[in-house]
């Protein structure tokens, strides 16, 4: 009986306290910076990055937690962070890490080597985390070892020229976050919740609830103390879910948001025609930047019909990605051509594919499809193929977070109908779709960009194909790797090819003819079809902060739900 | 024949003249014509227009994006053309064909549902209120119980779980929750109506139950049946669009509701592209005031009291 009293006295003590500290604590708008979050934060109490759900992007990996080293898209080098270098062996077997000296948990105690072995450590012995990251740790690292204080030691596998930017680099998205052992160790780091969360970062963790973030800067943070950056000026982080592209739009028209997610071009014209002060990467036509994750069809490989190599090279044959480009995006991406993104620097392998001849048409070829899929016995009757009475029907899960997802899929539904596959949309909110139905293969097919991986060598987006990451339907694909399940002799083939190209150094010439001979098993068996380049076009407002990275100052790229936003936050000052 | 007859009739006779015209047929109330003739121009521009205009461009990607309808210009000064005479949507669909096949769609939805839960209605309605005991007390309290739910929760959460559904998927699902008020009613309807005198001398001379409640009582309920059977198609549309608007109706097939969902969720709105929202907003005004219509004018058919005088 005294209980539910209890916890109401509490509960009552704890509201008065908030209150007065959000009182006390009460930031001006123009010390705030507002991010756009677009998914609902499912988990707001938990803070263990390592389990699945929004534990990052919301504000904890951009403001709270640190990277060890970033990659800079502009320059191609790994901007030193949490560490400031690192040496590898000649085979690429035997990375030892520098870390920075002064570095401290919001807590006050001290990072160093402990941290780092601790949560490696936590990642190799746990197998029931699930993260990206720490599964990629897992299979690639052997053992790690702390030399002094301040460095590291790790021993992998097999040799790994790519381990640095792989694991701790910011390459795509996230990094491996080192966790503080005074708190974590004892824990069992696949049920903790890590709650109230610390970080190294300049901002604190302040207030959470399913639809925004909130983060306070530390004016005690230890990196304006060393002089390694100064005190970042924003006094407050905001990371907001706004909706869909109307309240985006909206609140960049009010000034209620200073960076907003992806809109389409229509939108990014409007919101510009009344405020100005909103600019976005390029200052003209296309403004949008290039995503390196170019988007491509999912298919889970192991349902009927499309266990069949020939039924998914028919689809692949029935997509017209001129008109994606043109509906889609309007006109502001371009067909891929392979799977990688069509960077510079990925030039010598696409190049080496499409010169083999597994390029892929910008347009479809309805008539080499329809010779696919009757040469697999199904026969049109009325507007559908057919075979034993059951039509040839697909459902196709889109992620509903944004108009260019659910658009691009209603335009490949439309392609399929007329070519005789009952096509559906299936749109799923943004965290149930990684949440639920892309890691246990819960689709036929699905949109998205799984092969995502690659900025300068191809083994990223490749070995993410492989037979050893397949798992039954139902299992969760580690790290999103293979979720098409795709296996048989010639995934066997593709996957001994890639462990070849794993082993080489950067650079090695041999690389090109590798992928090409590889990409043969691709071209003939479909596990995903690549369909269009990525482009992010994300309205930002000098309203308030100006210092957006743009391709004028291009100090890094602008996906501020990436681990490297540390970089923009440090770099916005506040407008005049 | 005295010269009376040819006598002109005065303004004032033509006007009395006309009214008890009117008041010979009270089925041809002005509301109730209106009503009609409003929904039938939606049924019969969804049937004519498929053969005078392409069905096919409701499609996504049949037609340049956001061209705005003849005689205006969109935000990067394109003129509508008269190949997409009402202008086309951020996905390449011409809005024309969009209201050619939504707009009966929306009606569609709204009839079956409505007739399916009228039917179960009138089914409960009677058994309740006739046979009484047991099985009025299950089909009362059922009844009660499911008035008390809200509809949209209930239905939000199936939608989401079908994911696509088809408009008669959809249908079936709403009618689902149209079926209590005319339950309710029609059981107070029969149980007074069983004290009538007629209703008895049909018991006395051992009519059928079935006979008695279908055969005697049902045709003196009819144009209070229709009353109730227009307000459930109302409800049932509003409720259609409300799932429409969210995003939960059907993917593929276009209706009003779905058209405003896109809209909004392309940001239609500060684009200023407001044929795209605004087109089928009227159409469905058009729709429900022509409900309104018919409903009014069946009140005055069914209670004569409340025809006009003048």
């Not at chain 2, 002005?30 to 409003?38: A, D, E, R």
Request: contains cysteine.
């Amino acid at each position: 009986m005294t209980t539910p009293v209890l916890r109401m006295a509490a509960s009552a003590l704890a509201i008065a306290a908030f209150g007065g500290m959000a009182l006390a604590q009460d930031v001006a708008r123009e010390d705030t910076v507002i991010f756009d979050l677009d998914r609902t934060i499912q988990d707001p109490e938990n803070f263990n990055w390592m389990t699945p759900g929004t534990k990052r992007m919301h504000g904890a990996h951009q403001t709270m937690w640190e990277p060890l080293f970033i990659l800079n898209y502009g320059t191609g080098d790994l901007d030193p962070w949490l560490a400031t270098g690192f040496e590898a062996n000649a085979d690429s077997t035997e990375f030892t890490i520098t870390l920075r000296d002064g570095v401290e948990w919001s807590d006050g105690e001290a990072f160093n080597a402990d941290d780092v072995v601790f949560t490696v450590n936590l990642a190799m012995t746990n197998e029931e985390i699930s993260s990206r990251e720490a599964s990629t740790i897992r299979s690639q690292v052997a053992s790690v070892e702390k030399v002094d204080d301040l460095t590291v030691t790790f021993t992998l596998q097999n040799p790994n020229p790519r381990f640095l930017v792989e694991n701790f680099g910011v390459r795509i998205f996230g990094s491996f976050l080192i966790m503080p052992e005074h708190i974590w160790s004892g824990e069992n780091a696949a049920t903790f919740a890590f709650n109230p969360p610390i970080g190294t970062g300049p901002y604190t963790f302040a207030s959470a609830s399913s639809n925004r973030a909130i983060w306070d800067r530390n004016d005690n943070w230890w990196g304006a103390k060393t002089g390694f950056q100064d005190l970042p000026a924003p006094k407050r982080v905001i990371f907001l879910g706004s909706g869909g592209e109307e309240s985006r739009a909206q609140l960049m028209l009010s000034n209620q948001l200073d960076a907003a997610q992806n809109v389409t071009i229509g939108t990014f014209e409007a919101i510009q025609a009344q405020n100005p002060n909103v600019i976005a990467w390029h200052d003209d036509y296309p403004y949008a930047a290039a995503d390196p994750c170019a988007r491509q069809l999912e298919i889970n490989t192991t349902v009927a019909p499309w266990d069949n190599a020939n039924m998914r090279k028919a689809v692949a044959h029935l997509i017209d990605r001129t008109q994606i480009v043109n509906i889609a995006y309007e006109g502001t991406t371009e067909a891929s051509q392979t799977m990688f993104a069509q960077y510079g620097s990925m030039d010598p392998f696409i190049n080496a594919v499409v010169d083999a001849g597994y390029g892929l048409s910008p347009n479809a070829d309805p008539a080499a499809a329809q010779a696919l899929i009757e040469g697999e016995g199904w026969a049109k009757d009325g507007d559908y193929y057919t075979k034993d009475g059951e039509t040839l029907s697909v459902n196709i899960h889109v992620n509903s977070a944004s108009t260019e997802y659910t658009r691009t899929i209603d335009m490949i539904v439309e392609q399929l109908q007329r070519a005789g596959i009952d096509a559906r949309a299936v749109p799923v909110e943004n965290g149930v779709f990684w949440g639920e139905v892309l890691p246990f293969g819960s689709f036929e097919m699905s949109y998205s960009w799984l092969s995502c991986g690659s900025v300068n060598e191809p083994w990223a987006s490749m070995g993410r194909y492989t037979t050893a990451d397949v798992v039954p339907v139902g299992e969760r694909s580690p790290g999103f790797n293979n979720t098409a399940r795709w296996d048989g002799e010639a995934a066997e083939a593709y996957t001994a090819i890639m462990a070849d190209i794993a082993a080489r150094p950067l650079g090695d010439e041999a690389v090109p003819g590798l992928v090409a001979e590889a990409y043969q098993y691709l071209d003939a068996e479909m596990p995903f079809i690549p369909l269009v380049q990525a482009a992010k076009l994300l309205p930002m407002n000098t309203t308030y902060w100006t210092g957006w990275p743009t391709a004028d100052n291009y100090y890094n790229h602008p996906f501020f739900w990436w681990n490297h936003t540390h970089q923009i936050i440090h770099n916005l000052e506040k407008a005049e | 024949m005295t010269s009376q007859d040819n006598v002109p009739m005065t303004r004032a006779e033509k006007q009395q003249a006309k009214r008890l015209k009117r008041f010979d047929n009270p089925w041809m109330n002005p509301k109730l014509l209106w009503g009609l003739g409003l929904l039938l121009a939606i049924v019969a521009l969804g049937l004519l227009g498929r053969i005078f205009w392409d069905p096919d461009l409701v499609f996504t990607g049949s037609a340049p994006l956001k061209l705005p309808p003849v005689g205006f210009e969109n935000l990067r000064r394109q003129e509508g053309i008269w190949d997409y005479p009402l202008g086309t949507d951020g996905g390449g669909r011409d809005m024309l064909a969009m209201i050619i096949v939504g707009a009966p769609n929306t009606l569609f939805v709204g009839l079956l549902a409505s007739l399916i839960g009228m039917s179960i209605g009138i089914f409960l309605g009677f058994s309740a209120g006739f046979l009484g005991g047991r099985i009025d007390d299950t089909i009362r309290v059922l009844a009660d119980v499911m008035i008390t739910i809200p509809p949209l929760l209930i239905l939000v959460v199936f939608q989401s779980a079908f994911g696509d559904v088809t408009l008669t998927m959809m249908a079936l699902l709403i009618a689902g929750f149209v079926w209590q008020s005319p339950t309710r009613l029609i059981r107070a309807q029969v149980l007074s109506m069983k004290q009538s005198g007629y209703v008895q001398m049909a018991q006395l001379s051992g009519a059928s139950t079935g006979h008695i409640m279908f055969r005697e009582m049902l045709p003196n309920l009819v144009p209070y049946l229709f009353g109730s059977f227009i307000a459930s198609v109302t409800t049932s549309i509003v409720t259609a669009v409300g799932l429409e608007v969210l995003g939960l109706g059907p993917q593929r097939i276009p209706t009003l509701g779905r058209t405003i969902y896109e809209a909004i969720n392309a940001g239609a709105l500060i684009q200023n592209l407001w044929w795209w929202w605004g087109i089928p907003t009227l159409l469905l005004a058009v729709i429900f005031i022509g409900l309104l219509l018919i409903n009014l004018g069946l009140d005055e058919v069914s209670n004569p009291r409340l025809r006009k005088l003048s």
